[in-house]
């Protein structure tokens, strides 16, 4: 299988998987660059996944069914217009005939939303959304600090080389923000450094890796020591359990 990306709206990835001239895509927000990349490529669009229910990422899936009659995976409780299977938490489906994805709900930035992750592949796989990205997490509009928390600890049991593949290119800014929580993180400014790189050739930085999440992403590392001291330090109060450190980092971030 081979993993491309479209780009759509200013800073959204609309992910592709082609295998053996079949497509599946992640998030189409907007059609308009599915259409024009199946007319360049002759592909056939077999599978859309859909990993939540904002504008950005669900946009372009009515339009994009009724053109091509694919399935469409995505969240259950028919909020989703264009959801042909609706997923439950940690439920299996296959796309591309054989690739075999688990399902797994990742609350916190959105109630609904879903992860994607695939072992089939060379390396496995996850198709994140808005809740993990590369060196943060998304903002908590529907979700709770435990939410997220919860969902980050599920992404810490998936194995350590997993690519990860997040909705948008926010990692500059993220990395920028981990930075003044954790100063003295050399993992940190080597990312940094890596991912200027991409970008400044305008490459996206992604996929990250969840190994490298361990080590730079304050969201996931909330049980560290200098995390907790920097969260404490920002909201001039003890916090007293790890769900609560991840609020304030998030606070910290929202005002960034
Ligand atoms: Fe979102």
């Given at each position: 299988m081979k993993i491309n990306h479209l780009d759509a709206f200013s800073d959204n990835y609309i992910w592709t998987m082609e295998s053996e001239g079949k497509l599946a895509i992640v998030d189409p927000g907007d059609a308009k660059p599915v259409h024009e990349y199946i007319k360049k490529t002759g592909y056939v669009l077999t599978d859309v996944l859909i990993t939540h229910h904002h504008w950005d990422h669900t946009g372009g899936l009515e339009e994009v069914i009724s053109e091509y009659g694919c399935s469409a995976y995505g969240p259950s409780g028919g909020h989703i217009k264009g959801i042909t299977n609706p997923l439950q938490d940690n439920e299996n489906f296959h796309i591309l005939d054989n690739f075999e994805f688990r399902a797994f709900s990742a609350p916190g930035h959105t109630n609904d939303q879903l992860s994607y992750f695939c072992d089939k592949t060379k390396k496995p796989i996850l198709f994140s959304g808005d809740t993990l990205f590369y060196a943060g997490c998304g903002r908590l509009f529907e979700g709770t600090p435990g939410d997220m928390l919860f969902s980050m600890d599920r992404y810490k049991e998936?194995?350590?080389?997993t690519l990860v593949y997040c909705?948008?290119?926010?990692?500059e800014s993220n990395l920028k923000f981990a930075m003044a929580v954790?100063?003295?993180?050399q993992d940190i400014l080597q990312s940094m450094k890596k991912v200027q790189e991409a970008r400044s050739m305008n490459k996206p930085s992604l996929p990250s890796q969840i190994d490298t999440e361990f080590k730079i992403n304050p969201f996931m590392r909330c049980r560290e020591l200098s995390v907790i001291e920097a969260a404490e330090n920002y909201s001039k109060r003890k916090l007293k359990s790890t769900a609560e450190v991840l609020g304030e980092i998030r606070n910290w971030k929202d005002n960034f």
């Open positions: 998936l194995p350590p080389s909705g948008h290119e926010y990692t954790e100063p003295d993180n």
